[in-house]
């Protein structure tokens, strides 16, 4: 996991990533401002190809507490999409 410094009011951890598309990936971190944590998901992108990804507006964060909504949204959308057959066989 990736640790980073955001100013002296907070701390980023880096959960996870994967690629959204050839120029763009999404990352998941744990984000810790004041005395508050929120889980980040945001979209980063290179400017040009080759080039280091940043940060892009494209995200959310939400706050900690809400993780137990934001588990049961996505298992929500994952039975619809296995439903509408639109997913293949999927591991739990």
């Keep these: 996991m990736h640790m980073s410094k955001l100013g002296e ?29 929120f889980i980040d998901l945001r979209i980063f992108s290179a400017p040009q190809r080759g ?17 137990p909504e934001l588990k049961n949204s996505i298992l929500e959308v994952e039975k619809t999409l296995m439903d509408r057959k639109l997913l293949g066989n999927v591991e739990r």
């Design 51 to 67: 080039e280091e990804k940043e940060s892009t507006s494209s995200g959310i964060a939400l706050p900690v507490a809400l993780f």
């Design 9 to 37: 009011l907070g701390m980023e951890e880096l959960i996870t990533t994967f690629q959204k598309n050839s120029l763009e990936e999404i990352r998941i971190s744990l984000l810790k401002y004041k005395s508050y944590y």
